[in-house]
Each structure stands twice: as structure tokens, then as C-alpha cells.
């Protein structure tokens, strides 16, 4: 399934790439002053001429040359090349988003230190820090592309390239393959997504609308009686001066879940155990989930999409409290702007339509992108008519920002094996070849091969139409493209 390509690792021969490394290493013999990897001065120091050589992270020194950049765009980027560089290459999507103003070199030289097994599996290393902050997934697939292009300008094409995204990144990665690689002679062999929230920006967030206005229903301080109202789609007003820790006050107030169960009163308690059973919450990440119901629904609704709103909670039942009846009554109710829908979508949701293979590795236990939202994805490849480039695992984990470092090595073999060789791997070949990659990570191998999860509607209340995918069929993304200054820009 691998396209031809030349056997060396660059374009301009394997030389071409020893030819840059023994330069870098020869400037700074003649006093090249690099940055360390780790710090932000390190990026910020490089937006002209390219990438600069700098100190890896420190499990990766004597390993792997480093080097950090900025692109076009003015996203900050980090390249790794291992010195035993089997000639393919890794991009990586980051998660978030991250609701920073500009692009956060950290961002970026951060995930090179997270994700080094990949390094440590001989592939080189690319990543973007995305040219800002906030919503915008297409953005960061476009600035995902653009650091494969910076890689392949200093280091020539590699032998395979594969894409590989976490959390919103799986989002990104996904978009990366149907926008960039979606034809047989596209940049891109396969994907990897990992823990990814793959039902899309118009459905992936309706369990945190619920939360929304559950949590406001119950705990009625977000925003008090006392201050300013808004629609709670906005998740926060545009001039509030509400910080993290401020929310995360409001939400003790209410429920006491930084107490232990004995010290909480019983209002308390029993506003705790509504709003986790009416959402589906895990209670572990509940502010978390409440924060991105504030400050990214904010960023979504007034910085993306001029103050409409692409969410909506009118016709849904919620059940679980211990009165339903008054919930259901008391609860805010809204309708989204079809115009808002349509650009959220355009931007965020998925069409299945994919040519290469796609392995997904995701925790059963996942309290922060649910395990559902592999039978999203599932039901959008199928629904395009592409699932047969599909294979999902699943690990008996229960964490979100990582896995075992011994299962993301297994993974991209795996995938690594499906191009070369053309043999679409098992959940239990998968599975199987875990324990040889352990020897050397000994984190552990976790897989449950026969697993599938429920659908995405068993855990997330749908919305009118929700039960059918795509969300955004291939033929509606064409024909919303012409639209102009649709989706979310850059």
C-alpha cells in the first residue's frame, strides 16, 4: 500500500542530511549560540532562516539531532531526527486547544519530550505549536502540514510519513488525511489517533452544552444573581475577568468535590451526585470539562464565530437526578444558528473519507475524550464507505494525556507494517506484538482486543440527527467550501 518512493531518507540523498547536521554541529563549534529545547527563548529565536539546531530533550541526548523554528505563519515548530533514523517521519498534532493568543513555542518542544518514543523507534519527529491559540482545527491541520513541508525542505522526503495526533489532535490528524492525504498520491501513509475526540466539533461538545446547563441549574453561580446574564452557549461573556481558579471556587461553593465526602454538606453532595449522573462526568475531570464548557465554548462562540451560537440542547431529555421532572422544566433551553452549525462543522466534523490506513489506540477509561468517540469515527468511515482502512484498539487505561510509552511504540509498527507490507493488522495482532516493544519500555501492555464500544448516542444525548454519520458528508463539504469566509479562519 506504501507509494514508491527512493530508498534514501532525503530527496537529495541520505548525505544531504549529514551535510546539515555536521554544519550545525560545526556553527556551533564556531560559537553558534543554541537555545535549550525546553525553554520558549529557544523558538523565539529562530523565526528567520529556517530551522536551528538546538539541545534535545534529555531522554533524547546522544540520540537525536534537535531543532526548533518558525514557520510562515508564525507557528512555532520542533524537528528530532534520531541518529539511527530509520527514514520515515512522524508529524504530530497536538491537543488543547490551547487558549494562548500567539503560537507557544513550549507547545511544541513539550510534546517532542512526551512523545520521544517515536524518536526512540527510529522515526524523525515534527510538530507544530500552531500559529495561535484557541479553536480552529483546520488551522492546525494546515500548520501540521506546513511543518511536514518545513521538514521535507531541510531534510528531503522521507521513505513514509505518518501523521499522529492526540486528543483534539486526533481531531487535527483526521483532518490532516482527508484534507492533505485523501488521494492515492497525497504526503501522507497512514495516521495514528490516539485518545482522539473524533465525533467532531458539532456533536463532540454536546455533553459539555449538557453539563453547562446542568451544572448552572443545580449551582446557580456561574453567573450568580448578581451579575451580568448571558446565554449560557456563550459559556462565559466576552469582558468577564473570570479565571480558572475563579470557576473552580464556584464549583467547590456548589459541590464540594475538592472535599472529602464527610466534609461536604449534603446540598452539596447531592448537586455532586446529580450533575455527575445526569452528564455522565466523570468526577475525576469535572472541572476540567466545566472549564472547556466556559472558556473554549467562549473562545468557539466570540472569537471564532462572532458571537452565534453552534450549539443547541432544545428536545433532550435529561434523566438521572433525583427529579427529573424538575430538572427538565428548570433547565436552560436553546437552539443553535444554523449558519453557526454549519461553520463549526465545516471546520471541526469529520467526513470518513480516507485512503490510507488509520489505526486508533484509545483507554476504555478515557475521562476526558470518551471511549464513544471511536464508534463516532467508526460510523463516519463506515458511512463513507472507507472503514475497511480502519483498525481500532482499545487498553484497559484509564488516562487521557498518555498511554503506555511500550503501546505507542506497538502502534506505530503496527501501522508502520500495514503500509509496507500491504497486511491489515488485528486488535489482537496488535495485542500480541505489545510484550516484545514492553522489554524495552517495561510501562506495560494493556490491550483489550475484544472490546468495541457502545455508540457515541449511549453516552452523549443526541441531537436531531444525530444518530447518522458523517456528521459533514464529503459531498456537503464540497459544496460549503464555496461558500465564502466559511468554517473558522486561521
Not at 98 to 108: E, I
Request: one cysteine or more; a neutral charge; hydrophobic letters at 35%.
Amino acid at each position: 500500500m506504501a507509494r514508491t518512493r527512493s530508498s534514501t531518507p532525503g530527496i537529495r540523498g541520505g548525505s544531504g542530511f549529514l551535510r546539515r547536521r555536521r554544519a550545525a554541529v560545526a556553527a556551533g563549534i564556531a560559537g553558534m549560540v543554541l537555545g535549550t529545547l525546553s525553554g520558549p527563548a529557544s523558538a523565539s529565536a529562530t523565526t528567520t532562516g529556517g530551522p536551528a539546531a538546538v539541545e534535545c530533550p534529555a531522554g533524547l541526548v546522544g540520540k537525536a539531532t534537535c531543532y526548533t523554528g518558525q514557520d510562515v505563519d508564525g507557528a512555532h515548530y520542533a524537528l528530532a531526527v534520531p541518529e539511527s533514523w530509520n527514514g520515515s517521519l512522524v508529524v504530530h498534532a497536538h491537543g488543547g486547544p490551547d487558549l494562548t493568543a500567539a503560537s507557544d513555542p513550549a507547545r511544541s518542544t513539550g510534546d517532542l519530550e512526551r512523545w520521544s518514543v517515536m524518536v526512540d523507534e527510529g522515526y524523525a519527529w515534527a510538530g507544530s505549536s500552531y500559529r495561535r491559540g484557541g479553536y480552529g482545527t483546520r488551522m492546525g491541520a494546515a500548520d501540521t502540514e506546513s511543518v511536514r513541508r518545513v521538514f521535507v525542505e531541510e531534510f528531503g522526503e522521507p521513505k513514509r510519513t505518518y501523521v499522529h495526533g492526540q486528543s483534539w489532535g486526533g481531531d487535527v490528524a483526521a483532518k490532516v488525511v482527508e484534507t492533505y492525504g485523501a488521494g492515492k498520491h497525497g504526503p501522507y501513509d497512514g495516521a495514528l489517533l490516539t485518545n482522539g475526540v473524533l465525533g467532531g466539533g458539532s456533536r463532540g461538545y454536546d455533553y459539555r452544552v449538557d453539563l453547562r446547563v446542568v451544572y448552572q441549574y443545580y449551582c446557580r453561580n456561574h453567573p450568580r444573581p448578581t451579575e451580568p446574564r448571558y446565554p449560557l452557549w456563550e459559556g462565559l461573556r466576552a469582558t468577564s475577568t473570570m479565571t480558572s481558579a475563579g470557576l473552580g471556587a464556584r464549583l467547590q461553593e456548589c459541590t464540594g468535590f475538592e472535599s472529602a465526602p464527610q466534609d461536604r454538606t449534603a446540598l452539596q453532595q447531592r448537586n455532586l451526585d446529580d450533575i455527575l449522573a445526569v452528564t455522565g462526568v466523570p468526577e475525576r475531570t469535572l472541572e476540567s470539562h466545566l472549564r472547556f464548557a466556559t472558556f473554549t465554548f467562549r473562545d468557539i462562540v466570540h472569537n471564532r464565530l462572532g458571537g452565534r451560537n453552534p450549539f443547541g440542547n432544545r428536545g433532550v431529555r435529561y434523566s438521572g437526578s433525583h427529579d427529573d421532572r424538575a430538572l427538565n422544566a428548570g433547565v436552560e433551553r436553546f437552539s443553535a444558528d444554523p449558519t453557526a452549525v454549519r461553520d463549526l462543522s465545516y471546520d471541526s466534523d469529520l467526513t470518513g473519507k480516507v485512503a490510507v490506513p488509520v489505526l486508533t489506540l484509545h483507554a476504555i477509561d478515557d475521562p476526558t475524550a470518551f471511549v464513544e468517540h471511536e464508534s463516532a469515527y467508526r460510523d463516519s468511515l463506515r458511512g463513507a464507505g472507507r472503514d475497511r482502512h480502519l483498525v481500532q484498539t482499545f487498553t484497559r487505561e484509564s488516562e487521557h494525556s498518555g498511554l503506555s510509552d511500550a503501546e505507542y511504540a506497538t502502534s506505530i509498527a503496527a501501522l508502520d507494517t500495514w503500509v509496507r507490507t500491504g497486511r491489515k493488522p488485528t486488535p489482537q495482532s496488535v495485542a500480541a506484538s505489545c510484550p516484545a516493544f514492553d522489554t524495552t519500555y517495561g510501562t506495560g501492555c494493556f490491550y483489550a482486543p475484544d472490546f468495541r464500544p457502545a455508540s457515541y448516542a449511549s453516552k452523549v444525548n443526541p441531537r436531531p440527527g444525530g444518530l447518522h454519520w458523517p456528521a459533514m458528508t464529503a459531498t456537503q463539504e464540497t459544496a460549503w467550501s464555496h461558500i465564502p469566509n466559511v468554517g473558522i479562519t486561521p
